[in-house]
Structure formats: structure tokens, C-alpha cells
């Protein structure tokens, strides 16, 4: 099993940035493809990013590729966001997710494990 936990979440104003962070606990996190998703309120949850187990591979999704970047420390089982020149549209709660399969992936359907998720709101 693998515990996920994220934080750095907040109200912040339009053109601002926040770094989210997810905490794993359980089995060997570099053993793991993880992602983070997003879902806004009346939406589907929607990829954001993934990194691969090194952190060799990074996907973005359209409308975060340019202000966002992923990575992690397998050290310290901890993956990050970094969101700068966030928008309104951004606001949702995100989610940080882990999957074994043998390939990076950008599906929901994919993932196994997910954290509480944690809420962003930009303000403009």
C-alpha cells in the first residue's frame, strides 16, 4: 500500500505561484509513476502532469505546459508542482496519484492510489 498526502494548497491572487507537495508513505515510492490531476467543481478530473519513476519523463497537459513543472525527490518520497503565473481557471483541488504500471500514463483510469487532494483557488 501507498499512503499519499498533499499540501501547499491556497487562495492566492491571478499571476501569483504556489508549490504543492505530496508526501508518500508505504511501499518503495520510487517504484511508482506519479501524476497530478485536477478537478474543478461540475468538471471531470483532468490531467495535469506526470513524472516518471526517475524523473526522466514529464508529460503537462495543454494548458499548464509553460508554467508548471513537476518533479520529485525518491530520497525523501516527495513529489512537488510548481505553478507559477496561475490563472483563474486553475482553481480546483488537486491531486497527487500513483501508478505501477510499466509506462508512464496521462489516464485517470490508470492510477491506484491517490491522496485527499488539496484546493487551489486563484483569485482575479
Known amino acids: 500500500q501507498l499512503q499519499l498526502v498533499e499540501s501547499g494548497g491556497g487562495a492566492v491572487q491571478a499571476g501569483a505561484s504556489l508549490r504543492l507537495s505530496c508526501a508518500a508513505s508505504?511501499?518503495?515510492?520510487?517504484?511508482?509513476?506519479m501524476g497530478w490531476f485536477r478537478q474543478a467543481p461540475g468538471k471531470e478530473r483532468e490531467f495535469v502532469s506526470a513524472i516518471s519513476r526517475g524523473g526522466g519523463t514529464l508529460y503537462y497537459g495543454d494548458s499548464v505546459q509553460g508554467r508548471f513543472t513537476i518533479d520529485r525527490d525518491n530520497a525523501k518520497n516527495m513529489m512537488y508542482l510548481q505553478m507559477n503565473n496561475l490563472k483563474p481557471e486553475d482553481t480546483a483541488v488537486y491531486y497527487c496519484?500513483?501508478?505501477?504500471?510499466?509506462?508512464?500514463?496521462?489516464?485517470?483510469?490508470?492510477?491506484?492510489?491517490w491522496g485527499q487532494g488539496t484546493q487551489v483557488t486563484v483569485i482575479s
Open positions: 496519484a500513483a501508478e505501477m504500471l510499466d509506462y508512464i500514463t496521462k489516464f485517470t483510469a490508470d492510477y491506484g492510489y
Open positions: 508505504g511501499r518503495a515510492f520510487g517504484t511508482y509513476h
